[in-house]
C-alpha cells in the first residue's frame, strides 16, 4: 500500500474554547520500533482533550501535540518488532494525534475489535476502558459484594464503570444531574442518585457506607466521599472538574483506616498501559466480545466539526461517549 505523506488533523491553534480547533495539514507520522501506524476511521473524544485544548494538559514530550487518545481503524504500517500486527482492525489508547487521518502508537496498546462491534462504538472503548479498569480494579481492588459508587455515572467513565462493576459483582450507585441521565445508569444496573434532590451521603451511610468511590469530580465532593466511605474504604479520584484543593478532616481517614489514592493515564509509562491492554484482552474482551457490556453512544460529529464535538461534551448535557468519523 503506498500511504500519502500529508493528512488531514485537528489543532489546538491556540489555548481557548472549543472555537480554537481548526483544521490542518500535517505530514503523515512514521511508525518506530514496536510501533504501529493506524488509518483512522474513528476517534474518541475525551475531557483530557479539553483540558489540553485550553493550556492545562500538556501532551508527554515524546508524543503528537494534536488532540485524540483514542482510535479505532486498520493498521496500515509497522515499525520494527510490530509486523506482526499489520492489517489488523483495532481500537488503541494513544498518547495524543487521535484528532487526524492517520496515528501512530505503541503496539501493545492496540486490542482488537470485538466481534460484531462498529467502529465508531470501538474508537469509544479504549480511553475509558482502560481508565475504568486500572483506576477501580488495578488500584481500587473492587470484589464481588462490594459497594461502589461512581460521580458523573452518564459520563463515559460513569457508564463504563457502573458496567465493569456489576460485571465483577458488585452493588452500584451512581449520582447524575437529571432525571434522563438518572434512567440511564438504571438502565445500566446502577442505583441512580440525582444530586440535585438528594445527598449521596445520607443515602449511602444508611447502606452501611461504600467500599469504593470512583470520582472526577474533587472540589467539595472529597470530605463529602470521605463521610460516605465505609469503614477501609478506598477514594480514587481521577479528575478535579470542581477543582483540586479542599480542606479535609484527616482524623475521619485515620480513625476508619481509609486509602486516598488517584491516577492520571496519559503520563504513565508504556509498559504500564501494556500491561492495562494484557489485563483488559484477558479480563473484560471476552464479555465486549458476547454484547454483555458495551459502549453508550452519544452523538458523531465530522472530524471538521470537532469544536462542536467539544462544545457538546462541554455543554454536559450528553450522556455516554462522543466520537468524531474520520
Known amino acids: ?83 506482526a500486527y499489520l492489517g489488523r482492525t483495532v481500537c488503541a489508547l494513544t498518547p495524543g494525534g487521535g484528532y487526524a487521518e492517520y496515528v501512530v502508537c505503541a503496539a501493545d496498546h492496540c486490542l482488537p475489535v470485538p466481534d460484531g462491534m462498529p467502529l465508531d462504538q470501538a474508537a469509544a472503548l479504549p480511553e475509558t476502558y482502560f481508565t475504568v479498569w486500572s483506576n477501580i480494579v488495578m488500584r481500587g481492588g473492587l470484589k464481588a459484594g462490594e459497594r461502589f459508587l461512581v460521580h458523573g455515572g452518564s459520563s463515559g467513565i460513569g457508564t463504563t464503570a457502573i458496567q465493569i462493576a456489576k460485571m465483577l459483582g458488585a452493588r452500584v ?12 445508569c438504571e438502565a445500566l444496573g446502577a442505583t441512580a442518585i440525582n444530586y440535585r434532590d438528594d445527598d449521596f451521603v445520607n443515602i449511602l451511610k444508611a447502606e452501611g457506607g461504600v467500599n469504593l468511590i470512583l470520582d472526577m469530580v474533587g472540589g467539595s465532593y472529597i470530605p463529602r466521599n470521605v463521610k460516605a466511605l465505609a469503614m477501609e474504604g478506598r477514594l480514587v479520584q481521577i479528575a478535579c472538574l470542581e477543582g483540586p484543593k479542599v480542606e479535609l478532616n484527616f482524623a475521619q481517614v485515620m480513625m476508619r483506616r481509609l486509602t486516598i489514592t488517584g491516577s492520571t493515564l496519559r503520563p504513565q509509562s508504556d509498559l504500564a498501559k501494556a500491561e492495562i491492554a494484557s489485563q483488559l484482552r484477558a479480563n473484560v474482551w471476552p464479555w465486549l466480545n458476547t454484547d454483555r457490556i458495551g459502549p453508550v453512544m452519544d452523538s458523531e460529529f465530522a472530524l471538521g466539526d470537532a469544536a462542536k464535538a467539544h462544545a457538546r461534551m462541554e455543554g454536559g448535557d450528553h450522556i455516554g461517549k462522543i466520537v468524531l468519523k474520520v
Do not use: F, H
Request: proline letters at 14%; charged letters at 15%.
Open 1 to 83: 500500500m503506498t500511504l500519502p505523506t500529508t493528512m488531514r488533523a485537528i489543532e489546538i491553534t491556540k489555548p481557548g474554547g472549543p472555537e480554537v480547533l481548526a483544521e490542518t495539514t500535517c505530514p503523515v507520522p512514521t511508525p518506530g520500533p514496536g510501533q504501529v501506524l493506524i488509518k483512522i476511521a474513528y476517534a474518541g473524544v475525551n475531557r483530557p482533550d479539553a483540558l489540553q485544548r485550553t493550556g492545562l494538559y500538556a501532551p508527554p514530550p515524546t508524543a503528537s501535540d494534536l488532540p485524540g487518545l483514542e482510535v479505532s481503524g486498520e493498521v496500515v504500517a509497522t515499525g520494527p518488532g510490530a509486523e
Open 173 to 184: 450507585w451512581a449520582t447524575a444531574g437529571s432525571a434522563a441521565k438518572c434512567e440511564a
